[in-house]
């Protein structure tokens, strides 16, 4: 079973991209920030990290980086969720290790577009 892990500080963004991913049969893993998820980190390799562009006392794209420098079973896939199509931005986090960045509001289908996206390019 494929695992994703969700890092927003939003409790109703986290439980809907759980249910989406869940529905989809994936587990799922979530943290309200970069403290916590890398403490999760040390014990969990998901395949999939969301990790969202603004949380309080963060800068994500920092984190982004952090999360390329742990000894990981395996090298997740990081998504950047975003809530404006800011290209600075999104080339920021991509030099940092994101592979991919996902635009918010989404919902389930264009949740399997994105990961059908990433099997054609992976």
């Known amino acids: 079973m494929l695992h994703c892990f969700i890092v927003d500080d939003s409790d109703i963004i986290r439980k809907f991209t759980r249910l989406i991913f869940e529905n989809?049969?994936?587990?799922?893993?979530e943290a309200d920030?970069?403290?916590?998820?890398?403490e999760r980190l040390r014990t969990e390799s998901p395949?999939?990290?969301?990790?969202?562009?603004?949380?309080?006392?963060?800068?994500s794209i920092e984190f982004i980086a952090k999360l390329r420098t742990l000894p990981l079973e395996q090298?997740?896939?990081?998504?950047y969720v975003v809530t404006?199509?800011?290209?600075?931005e999104i080339k920021r986090a991509l030099a940092a290790g994101a592979d991919s960045f996902l635009l918010k509001p989404f919902n389930r289908e264009i949740i399997e577009m994105k990961l059908a996206e990433i099997r054609v390019t992976a």
């Open 84 to 88: 404006e199509n800011e290209p600075h």
């Open 47 to 59: 395949e999939y990290i969301l990790v969202d562009w603004r949380m309080p006392d963060t800068n």
């Open 33 to 38: 920030g970069p403290v916590a998820a890398l």
């Open 24 to 29: 989809l049969g994936f587990r799922v893993s």
């Open 75 to 79: 090298r997740p896939y990081i998504i």
